[in-house]
Each structure stands twice: as C-alpha cells, then as structure tokens.
C-alpha cells in the first residue's frame, strides 16, 4: 500500500512447519497467481529469492521469493490429505496489541458475514485498493 507497484503476498509453508514468503508485482499478478491454489502443494523453481527490505516485512520473515512470469511452478498431485499448517492464533481481545505493529503479521480465525465495496484511497498521492471485511466474533 503507499506505492505505484501492484503486489500480491503469499506465504508457503512446508510439512515441517518452515515458512517463505513470495511476492508477484504487477502484470505477473493476473497469470501466475491463478495457478496457486490455497492448501495445494506446489515445485517451484526459477524464483528469485532476495532479502525483504525491512520496511516492507509484514511478519518475522526476511527472505522472499519473487514469482514471475519465468518462475515455474508444478503442482504436486497427492492422495494424502491436505498437507497440515500450524497456526498461532490471536484473540479479538488481543489485536489492539498489534494496530500500529507493521513489523509482525498475526492469524485470525473468524466468520466473514460481510464483505464491503472495494475501494480507491489517495494518500500522498500515491493510489491503493483497500476493502474491509466485517467478522464475526465468537471466541
């Protein structure tokens, strides 16, 4: 948010609980993040990995891989279930811990009952998209 470049985050995860950051910018958006399906197992290769300047991390990880339209990703076709993900989830009652926080991502477990309208914001002259999304809470 806050810059001209247009940017999708992914974070993958393997079976022991490792995880990694990818990133796809701008055009590579609409053809390779149609590929990555949520729970999938996937080869990758030909992604560049770089260190994540630090204003831009969003959680403790530091490297990334930059998918683009070279990147070759494969699925993995696998009878077994779907592959576990540890999650660490925050309370309601704690995320006002974690408002000003840009450094660290949290995850959320809730009920999404409303999607609002996308919208356009100008901030600094520099445009974004934002939505919000209403939860249900019923810790």
Same mark, same amino acid.
């Given at each position: 948010?806050?810059? =001209?470049?247009?940017?999708?985050?992914?974070?993958?995860?393997?079976?022991?609980? +490792?995880?990694?950051?990818?990133? !796809?910018?701008?055009?590579?958006?609409?053809?390779?993040?149609? !590929?990555?399906?949520?729970?999938?197992?996937?080869?990758? +290769?030909?992604? @560049?990995?770089? =260190?994540? =300047? +630090?204003?831009?991390?969003? $959680?403790?990880?530091?490297?990334?891989?930059?998918?683009?339209?070279?990147?070759? !990703? /494969?699925? !993995?076709?696998?009878?077994?279930?779907?592959? =576990?993900?540890?999650?660490?989830? $925050?309370?309601?009652? /704690?995320?006002?811990?974690?408002?000003?926080?840009?450094?660290? $991502?949290? /995850?959320?477990?809730? &009920? &999404?009952? $409303?999607?609002?309208?996308?919208?356009?914001?100008?901030?600094?002259?520099?445009? +974004?998209?934002?939505?919000?999304? &209403?939860?249900?809470?019923? @810790?």
């Amino acid at each position: 948010m806050g810059t =001209p470049t247009r940017k999708q985050k992914f974070v993958f995860y393997d079976s022991e609980g +490792s995880r990694v950051e990818g990133i !796809i910018f701008n055009d590579d958006i609409p053809r390779m993040s149609q !590929i990555l399906q949520v729970f999938k197992k996937y080869r990758i +290769s030909n992604a @560049e990995v770089r =260190p994540i =300047p +630090s204003k831009f991390q969003t $959680s403790e990880l530091t490297v990334q891989w930059v998918i683009s339209s070279r990147t070759v !990703i /494969d699925e !993995i076709a696998d009878d077994d279930e779907v592959m =576990p993900v540890k999650f660490c989830y $925050s309370k309601f009652t /704690d995320l006002v811990q974690h408002m000003d926080d840009k450094t660290r $991502s949290v /995850d959320m477990l809730g &009920v &999404v009952i $409303s999607a609002l309208e996308r919208k356009t914001v100008i901030k600094n002259s520099r445009q +974004s998209d934002v939505q919000k999304f &209403v939860l249900l809470n019923e @810790e």
